[in-house]
């Protein structure tokens, strides 16, 4: 069972349905939001953040961060930062990067490894976990902020009621 501050449970079972969450949740994005994305090497980080990429109306490639660290975008008239904290010894690298400024009212940043960050990297207003599930992959939503909770109620329905499990918000 998933913890109970866990707000929406989406399964995912191939590798379509990842990239129709991350397309879904490109609808659902606002300026200033801060997404995190949790789960193991091979979970499905990448593939959900090309994905809403894609569908935000970016034709160019999507390269992973792993080795840049970040990854800008101007698409849809929002700036949009992609992040992969996956090689950070310690969170001070994210202070030394000067990563800092990035997270700003005007930017929506999607943070891939945010817990090699932890205690530097800004909190976050929606946290997906991914994790395998058999073949396929399953992916829990917690929203922590009033705009992560605006993202995630516009996303549930997004993904139809055959695509997600629904739990009480925490209060
Ligand atoms: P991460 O960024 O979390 O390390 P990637 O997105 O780079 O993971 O890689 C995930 C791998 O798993 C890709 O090979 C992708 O095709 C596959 N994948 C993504 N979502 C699913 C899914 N729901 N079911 C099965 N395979 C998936
Ligand atoms: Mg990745």
């Keep these: 069972m998933h913890s109970p501050d866990v707000n929406a449970v989406f399964p995912l079972p191939d590798e379509a349905a990842t990239q129709r969450l991350g397309e879904r949740l490109a609808t659902a994005l606002q300026p200033g939001l801060v997404i995190f994305l949790e789960g193991d090497l091979g ?3 990448t593939t959900l953040v090309r994905a809403l990429i894609r569908a935000l109306g970016h034709a160019g490639p999507v390269k992973s961060p792993t080795y840049s660290l970040v990854e800008f975008y101007v698409i849809s008239s929002l700036y949009l930062y992609h992040f992969d904290f996956y090689r950070f010894e310690s969170p001070e690298e994210f202070l030394d990067a000067g990563l800092g400024e990035y997270f700003n009212d005007a930017s929506v940043c999607l943070v891939e490894w945010p817990e090699r960050a932890q205690g530097c990297v800004p909190s976050p207003d929606l946290r997906l976990r991914l994790h395998h599930a058999g073949v396929g992959r399953i992916v829990e939503a917690l929203a922590d902020t009033p705009k992560g909770e605006a993202c995630l109620n516009a996303l549930i ?15």
Excluded: I
């Excluded at 997004?158 to 629904?166: I, P």
């Design 43 to 45: 979970a499905g980080k």
């Design 157 to 171: 329905p997004a993904m139809g009621a055959d695509d997600c499990c629904t739990t009480p918000a925490p209060r």
